[in-house]
C-alpha cells in the first residue's frame, strides 16, 4: 500500500502551528513504522511516499526503501501544480494522499484525508489577512468536499467542523496531538534573555486571535492592584510575529507597562522549558484554540495554566486551569492573581498535580497510530 504525504508544512526551519503538528505526525508515523518492521522492506505493510517542494531538512526522518522522498517543483503554486502533478505521473500510483494542513491537492482522483486544525477563520474573519482568510475559507470548504475523512485535533474542533461544513460524524475524526519537548541546554535563562526572575509567560504567535492585547491590559490592571507584594513580576511573550501585530506591540505603553512586558520573537524550542520551569504560570487568554499546545508544555513542567473557558481550552486543560472569561480583562486579572497567589499553596500544587496527569492522556505515538490506522482504512474501502 502506498501512502502519499504532503510534506510541505513539515519541513521548514521553525514549525509552529500546522508545521509542528505536519511534522510530528510524520515523525511519530516513521517511529511507529520502523518499530514494526525496522530495516526489512519485505516486512513493511506500507509505502511512504513523501512530497516536497525542496529537499528534506536534516532532521527529517532518514530515507528507507519504504520511506522515500519526491521533491516536486514549483513551490510557488504546490497544490495546483507541484504536488498534484507528481502524483498523476508518479508510477505505481499512491493508494491514498493524506494532507497534514487545510489544503490537498488538486486535480486527482487519489482517495485524500486531510487534517483540519480548527475553524478560527469562520468564527473570527477579522482577525486574518485577506488574501490569507480567502485561502483559508475558499479552499478549506473545496478540499472538505473532495475528501474522504477529516482528521482534526479536539473533540472541539470536531464539532466546529461538523457545523461548519455539514459534514457527517463519522467523517471527522480526532487524534489529539502529544508532547514534544527537546532536551534543554544548560544556561541561565534569566541573564541570557534579560528578563525578572519572576515573571508570567505567554507563548504563542502574535496575532489578534490570541488575545494578548487583553491579556497586556490585565496584566497592568494585576500590577496595580497588588503593587507592593508583585512589583517586580514581568509578562514575557514568546512567539513570532504572524499579522495585524502593530496593536499587540504598541499595547504595553499604552496600559503604561512597557517596562514590565518582554517580547521575545526568537525562542528555540529547546530553551521553552526553561521558560516553562520558572514561570509563576502561563496565562493563555486566547480567544479561539484548536488545541492549546503551550498549556500542555507547561502542565508537563509543574507550571500552573491560566487559560480562557472557551474553545478547546477547558478540554485539553481539564481540572488543572485556572478559567477565565477571555474578554473580561478584569476575569483574565482574577484568573493571574490567583495562579501567582496559590502556586506554592495547596490549591495550586493540587493543579499541578492534575496537570501532570492530564498530559498523559496526550501522545504522539497515539496520534500517529490512529493517522495510520485511518489512511489505512481509506485506501483498503475504495
Avoid at 532536551?183 to 541570557?192: G, P, Q, R, V, Y
Avoid at 520573537?265 to 521553552?272: A, F, G, I, N
Avoid at 513542567?301 to 480562557?308: A, D, E, F, G, L
Avoid at 490549591?347 to 492534575?354: A, S
Amino acid at each position: 500500500m502506498i501512502i502519499a504525504i504532503d510534506g510541505y508544512e513539515a519541513n521548514v526551519s521553525r514549525r509552529v502551528g500546522i508545521g509542528r503538528y505536519a511534522y510530528e505526525i510524520l515523525r511519530y508515523i516513521y517511529k511507529f513504522q520502523s518499530a514494526n518492521c525496522g530495516t526489512n522492506f519485505k516486512l513493511s505493510k506500507f509505502i511512504f511516499q513523501i512530497y516536497l517542494p525542496e529537499k528534506p531538512l536534516p532532521d527529517m526522518p532518514e530515507e528507507t526503501e519504504w520511506w522515500r522522498y519526491r521533491i516536486a517543483k514549483p513551490k510557488k503554486f504546490w497544490t495546483f501544480i507541484g504536488f498534484p502533478f507528481a502524483l498523476l505521473v508518479d508510477r505505481p500510483q499512491a493508494d491514498v494522499v493524506f494532507s497534514p494542513t487545510h489544503y490537498i491537492p488538486r486535480f486527482t482522483s487519489i482517495p485524500k484525508v486531510m487534517a483540519i486544525m480548527d475553524t478560527s477563520y469562520l468564527a473570527y474573519p477579522g482577525m486574518f489577512r485577506v488574501k490569507d482568510l480567502y485561502k483559508l475559507t475558499t479552499w478549506t470548504r473545496f478540499a472538505v468536499s473532495h475528501v474522504i475523512r477529516i482528521i482534526t485535533i479536539s473533540q472541539f474542533s470536531k464539532n466546529a467542523i461538523i457545523q461548519a461544513y455539514h459534514v457527517s460524524q463519522e467523517r471527522v475524526v480526532v487524534t489529539y496531538p502529544g508532547l514534544t519537548m527537546t532536551n534543554e541546554s544548560e544556561f541561565n535563562i534569566f541573564t541570557k534573555y534579560g528578563i525578572s526572575r519572576y515573571f508570567i509567560l505567554t507563548v504563542g504567535t502574535i496575532q489578534p486571535r490570541k488575545n494578548y492585547q487583553r491579556l497586556i491590559e490585565a496584566f497592568s490592571l494585576f500590577l496595580k492592584r497588588n503593587k507592593q507584594k508583585f512589583g517586580e513580576i514581568q509578562l514575557v511573550i514568546i512567539g513570532k510575529k504572524g499579522w495585524l501585530y502593530d496593536e499587540i506591540l504598541h499595547a504595553p505603553a499604552t496600559y503604561d507597562v512597557a517596562d514590565r512586558v518582554k517580547f521575545l520573537h526568537t525562542v528555540p524550542d529547546s530553551d521553552l522549558p526553561h521558560f516553562y520551569k520558572n514561570a509563576l504560570c502561563l496565562a493563555l487568554s486566547s480567544l479561539y484554540e484548536g488545541f492549546g499546545l503551550p498549556v500542555l508544555e507547561a502542565m508537563a513542567c509543574n507550571c500552573p495554566v491560566v487559560v480562557s473557558n472557551v474553545s478547546s481550552l477547558p478540554e485539553i486543560a481539564g481540572p488543572a486551569g485556572v478559567y477565565v472569561d477571555p474578554k473580561d480583562t478584569e476575569s483574565i486579572a482574577q484568573g493571574l492573581l490567583t495562579a501567582v497567589r496559590q502556586r506554592n499553596l495547596m490549591q495550586g500544587k493540587l493543579r499541578i498535580e492534575k496537570g501532570l496527569s492530564q498530559v498523559k492522556k496526550f501522545t504522539w505515538e497515539k496520534a500517529a497510530e490512529q493517522t495510520l490506522a485511518i489512511l489505512s482504512d481509506v485506501a483498503a474501502n475504495i
